[in-house]
């Protein structure tokens, strides 16, 4: 059985792969051994930049034994073949998003890492920051009474104003659904838990667009994809959503609230790990600062989580555990809309418990899960950033891509269990996994 910091390579050197390297540098449970890229000398020069020994192809650091986890940083099209060739090659996979192009891959993913005994998560983990874990911890808290609605919107003329090679994000996998939609949709789901149903409308502005920076500053690439989304949610717990995803404003904007009973949250950005968390009481004209803690290290918290689930899974020398996360079929097949939904409120509730309830929490891989934090069973290690956590998100993207494209509102036939929230005193920079 291996112990110690989990061997980790980072497969895709561009431009993400900075912010992973650095993070996952400061995390004692995370040995990085290898960065791989399909440009040879993007993956050497990242390598050399973070001190990681190893740089190659993939083949290569598949080879190598003591790669235990893959962190895909690859382009969204290679991201289904990459973790595919990871988990034959026996390692565990943390992909970044959208975890798949389709739901279908996802499943066929799980399956194969499940039957192998793997692990498997997703990006993204800003959930797991101060931001949106203080705003997970408000709402259980009752600071707004029964939650009852949320509205989010994301807005901006695209990434090629920045990003040097952004004709991806026109492709499908991409576009502001698929490629912002996991941050805002991931936290809906943290806090609200499974969708039940959607509701959407999609159109593409232009069908040409223009690199803005970079060595191809000028040249024009193809719009394949929706590029101003706006959809409704219905989520299983009988909050009601609506999110706007667009990349055609000249207006940018992001906007995240949640409104409950007794008022309404106004919850930080969820591509970032920081606060503000404000509060606005009914009745009140003021808004207020609530407090923001934990973690604000970046990219590579979902990672650090998943080595220390990989260690406890590990210990337990059993079969595997399902992940926190694992996929749980819709509560009543072919009524995918619980009673609690439209024109039945969510029943009275003394405080919220978060998604699901309390019992939704609890983790399969309890017991496994103590670690050196002395965190209580099934908080420490639960592989919260999980790929059926990022499945339900990808099935939710491509409901509504369908529901845009029929005009229907379209059901989601699986639920997830959300993630189990982080105990206060998480900290992924204690050294937990110990050699022996
Ligand atoms: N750029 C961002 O700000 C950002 C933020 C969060 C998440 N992401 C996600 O991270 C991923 C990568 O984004 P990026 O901006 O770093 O892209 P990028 O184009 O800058 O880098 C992708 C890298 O992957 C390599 N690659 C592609 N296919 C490969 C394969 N089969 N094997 C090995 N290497 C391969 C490419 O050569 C390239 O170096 C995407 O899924 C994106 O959605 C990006």
């Not at 405080?351 to 002395?374: F, I, S």
């Amino acid at each position: 059985m291996n112990t110690g910091p989990l061997g980790v390579a980072v497969v895709g050197a561009g431009v993400i792969s900075a912010e992973y390297l650095r993070t996952l540098s400061t995390f004692p449970d995370i040995r990085l051994v290898a960065v791989a890229d399909l440009l040879p000398e993007r993956a050497a020069a990242a390598a050399r930049a973070h001190g990681v020994p190893l740089a190659g192809d993939l083949p290569t650091v598949l080879d190598e034994p003591d790669v235990e986890l893959i962190v895909n940083l690859t382009v969204p099209a290679a991201h289904a073949q990459v973790a595919a060739a990871a988990l034959r090659a026996g390692k565990h996979v943390y992909g970044e998003k959208p975890f798949t192009p389709t739901p279908a891959e996802a499943e066929k993913l799980i399956a194969e890492a499940s039957e192998r005994g793997l692990l498997l998560g997703g990006a993204p983990d800003t959930f797991l920051g101060a931001g949106l874990q203080s705003a997970l911890r408000a709402i259980r808290a009752g600071h707004i009474g029964v939650p009852v609605a949320a509205t989010t919107v994301v807005q901006s003329l695209g990434p090629e104003s920045w990003h040097p090679e952004p004709g991806f994000f026109y492709q499908p996998g991409a576009g502001p659904l698929f490629d912002l939609g996991p941050y805002y949709l991931t936290a809906l789901v943290a806090l609200f838990g499974s969708v039940a149903r959607v509701a959407a409308t999609a159109v593409r502005a232009r069908e040409r667009r223009t690199v803005g920076s970079g060595p191809w500053a000028g040249r024009t690439f193809p719009v394949d994809v929706p590029t101003h989304v706006s959809a409704l949610l219905d989520f299983a717990s009988g909050v009601s959503a609506n999110s706007t995803f667009s990349f055609d404003s000249a207006h940018p904007r992001i906007r995240f609230e949640v409104t409950g009973t007794e008022g309404t949250l106004a919850v930080p950005d969820p591509n970032t790990f920081r606060g503000p968390l404000r509060l606005r009481a009914n009745g009140s004209e003021e808004w207020r600062e609530l407090p923001v803690t934990g973690r604000t290290d970046g990219r590579g918290l979902g990672v650090v989580d998943m080595a220390r689930a990989v260690r406890a899974h590990e210990a337990q020398a059993g079969p595997a555990p399902a992940p926190a996360g694992h996929s749980v079929p819709a509560a009543r097949p072919g009524h995918p809309v619980p009673a609690a939904l439209p024109g039945h409120p969510v029943p009275a509730r003394a405080a919220y418990d978060g998604p699901g309830g309390r019992a939704a929490h609890e983790d399969p891989t309890a017991g496994a899960a103590r670690t050196a934090q002395g965190s209580p069973p099934g908080q420490a290690a639960a592989n919260r950033a999980s790929a059926a956590l990022a499945c339900h998100v990808l099935a939710t993207m491509t409901a509504i891509t369908q529901s845009a494209a029929t005009g229907t509102f379209v059901p989601l036939s699986a639920q997830v269990v959300p993630p189990p929230p982080l105990p206060d005193d998480w900290d992924p920079t204690a050294a937990t996994l110990t050699a022996g």
